[in-house]
């Protein structure tokens, strides 16, 4: 049976009214308090509205989309992505008052009008087990880190590795493979536009790691 903010929804729907500038909106309309039951609710309904701000930061929505177009577009079919790292890439090709949060990020890949790849957010349990813990790396092993990284760019090898610092307030070692070479177009000095993810991980700072990573490169990239 459905309840009066069910009801709400497809009303709007049905009277045409998709358009509102935030979440918060949709709920201050219909007199319903944002909380987790009425969350869920807005969740089944919620890629048949437009929502327009895009995220809390504000900014051009059109211009965010874009970005997040294209950064999809780099990756294979079906593929995992780490949603903080794509905030953190998408928001280096935003102007100031564009940047984007993960909230928008988790919207786009739950609409499949949007996401037509079939993205997913990455929910590997190792990614994130590793997150929680502190792990800690010394300046000498980031500076082999850093040596691969740029040995991979030199060899035009569809791979890099660096160093991620995680919420706990450790570092892992995070390495993307990707199923074809890095494009000769740069943005930037130091980025490549690159596409077809398949393998994005992470590993403890250690050197056993580093050699997990090199063949888990080479094994990638024959």
Known sequence: MQNEFEKFLENQIEKGNKKFRTRGEIFKKAGVKPHGGN?????????????????????????KNKAIKIYFNKFTKNSSINVTKA???????LPLNSKIGTTIIID??????????????????????????????????????EKLNKELKEKRVGSYVYIENTPAGGKTVRVHVYGSKLSEYKKKESTYIIAGTQISTSFPPNEDSLEKIKKLIRENNN
Do not use: A, C, M, W
């Open 39 to 63: 969350q869920n609710i807005l969740k089944k309904y919620i890629n048949k509205f437009q929502i327009t701000s895009g995220s809390r930061l504000g900014g051009n929505i059109d211009l």
């Open 87 to 93: 905030v953190e890439e998408i928001n280096n090709n």
């Open 108 to 145: 786009r890949l739950n609409d499949p009008n949007f996401n037509t790849n079939k993205l997913k957010p990455q929910s590997l349990s190792k990614h994130f087990s590793l997150l929680k813990k502190i792990y800690k790396s010394s300046k000498e092993f980031e500076e082999k880190v």
